[in-house]
């Protein structure tokens, strides 16, 4: 819409009166063993943080301090997190992250059936806190979004409901659900993982990607969340349901991921957004941010990402000698960690792990508080939390060998647990 024709508006006002909803309740069933004890959104991520802080911080960072997390599946540690590391919000200035577990609050007590059903079964408490809009984002993926920028594009569109997209290649396209727009962005038809995707207007062989990023007007959001509630044959998905069934009906727009991005000033034209929900995409997530410029910039003090902080010293590196030499690069590694007279390569070392002597490790993301034994060869490998490998164990060198002791994917990475290594 043209400037001179939008509405005025008073965006910091707008931020408080909009509640964050980020659905953490995930199972990430296709992280296999990774999410054995553990929600997809507490997963450990990049050397210190866990999946959940990303969208965390984004909120925070975008100036919205009203946030809810649903949670459902294996919450436990993800429940510890939120409670630990993100309790520095004003209650008293109405400021607030709080954890709105499954509860079973409808007549029909039933768990979360849908991501729209999780929103659906706390509306209760939503309908409390006299809000404007609604952000629903999805607890577990990798990114750096200012919300703020996204919601003043709700607002000045005079949309009822906005949806985040990202611009993916037509054959990408078939795994997300996906947008047709006309040249306002307004959005068309929205199909869930079509076999032919439709393509942007003017950009053949390109597609627009729903990224699970939803703005509502706080009243459109409530009568949706109503009459889904009542449909028998609604699976109560808001990419599925909610968001096909709006089109048409009330203004639906599409936000380009590109007008709200944190951009990494060394690819500017590379909107980083990545889905890590399969063990080869977390793998590659982690491995990326060893590269000398990754596309993901940590280090960026304007867009801090914040997490859960223990007191750790920092890492060490011993022995400097022609038998054994203590070294890492083109590796993150994280406090408390201790190289020993070992070589770590292109890999990533969260905290308080230890690699003994004359141990070999590459292009591997090792989780927090593992020990590996002397003379040990990793290649390609994900070590789970509190795995403490013996001496002169070989992964990733014998692909028959490691199907039959850990879990191989099709890519060759090697995910191993503490329970596979018990049954050695």
Known sequence: MNNSSSPKIDLNNALNHTLAIILAGGRGSRLKNLT???????????????????????????????????????????????????????????????????QQQTDAQTWYQGTADAVYQNLNLIQNLNLEYILVLAGDHIYKQDYSLMLKDHIESEAEITVACIECSKEEATQFGVMAVDNNHNITSFVEKPENPPEIPGKPGRCLASMGIYIFNAKQITEKLLTDAASESSSHDFGKDIIPSSIGRVKTIAHPFAKSCIVNTGYPDEPYWRDVGTLTAYWEANIDLAEIEPRLDLYDESWPIRTMHYQRPAAKFNYNNDKRRGMAVDSLVSAGCIVSGATVEKSVLFNNVRVNSYAHVKESVILPSCDIGRHCKLNKVVLDMNCKLPPETVIGEDPELDAKRFYRNDDGIVLVTPKMIENL
Request: charge should be positive; hydrophobic fraction near 40%.
């Open 36 to 102: 054995e004890f553990r929600s997809k959104p507490a997963v450990p991520i990049a050397g210190k943080f866990k999946i959940i802080d990303f969208p965390l911080s984004n909120c925070v960072n975008s100036g919205m301090r009203r946030i809810s997390v649903l949670t459902q599946y294996r919450s436990h540690t993800l429940n510890q997190h939120v409670q630990r590391g993100w309790n520095f919000l004003r209650p008293d200035f109405n400021e607030f992250i709080e954890l709105w577990p499954a």
